[in-house]
Antibody, heavy 117, light 110 residues
């Protein structure tokens, strides 16, 4: 099975920062879009951010716009999410997601927990 | 409050057919493809349907997706105990310039 490996989660104070990373050796990375999706405790899935295959197009959920920055390094097969100005409501499991198709989230990482407290 | 509306729960007995609805608007389901996901607590979500009605390799034929106007539906035929999980729909929203997920439906096998 294809593996996406996330890291960088942990505990942060309100107003603090964390940087999530996701690596995916073995995937044909450069031709596909990627996303971050999160799930807060007891809540449903929430899309966080999108980056196109080339990195030229990025989009953010209104809830994180201006605070989070998505980036990718195709040469290193890596995807990052820089999270600044963290709030209690950012507490969630964050998933790195690889898109095989334009309209879906096809390959998911195991998730990394972010706790803001 | 989710942009895409799903029933909070659905249930059936083994062997029955269960359908989960996903209601949106012209800016999301009405103009973009719908995908469906299954999620068990403690595991990563898994894609079941993409492009409204296409199944990835490995997803059984008893799962099917459909769409009409601003609503979509996931049908599970031949319900099995393993189908107990949370199910989510998703679509791109042109007005929000982002993806939106449904509120999620918990399926219970009685």
């Amino acid at each position: 099975d294809v593996q996406l490996v996330e890291s960088g989660g942990g505990l942060a104070q309100p107003g603090g920062s964390l940087r999530l990373s996701c690596v995916h050796p073995g995937l044909s990375f450069t031709n596909h879009d990627m996303n971050w999706v999160r799930q807060a405790p007891g809540k449903g899935l929430e899309w966080v951010s999108f980056i196109s295959s080339s990195g030229t197009s990025v989009y953010y959920a209104d809830s994180v716009k201006g605070r989070f920055t998505i980036s990718r390094d195709n040469g290193k097969f890596s995807l990052d999410l820089q999270m600044n100005g963290l709030r209690d409501e950012d507490t969630a499991v964050y998933y790195c997601v690889f898109s095989l198709h334009d309209d879906s989230f096809d390959i998911w990482g195991q998730g990394t927990m972010v706790t803001v407290s | 409050q989710s942009v895409l509306t799903q029933p909070a729960s659905a249930s059936g007995t083994p062997g029955q057919r269960v359908a989960i609805s996903c209601s949106g608007s012209n800016s999301n389901i009405g103009s973009n493809a719908v995908s469906w996901y299954v999620h068990l607590p403690g595991t990563a979500p898994k894609v079941l349907i993409y492009s409204d009605n296409r199944r990835p390799s490995g997803v059984p034929e008893r799962l099917s997706g459909s769409k009409s106007g601003t609503s979509a539906s996931l049908a599970i035929s031949g319900l099995q105990s393993d189908d107990e999980a949370d199910y989510y729909c998703a679509a791109w929203d042109d007005s929000l310039n982002g993806f939106v997920f449904g509120s999620g439906t918990k399926v219970t096998v009685l």
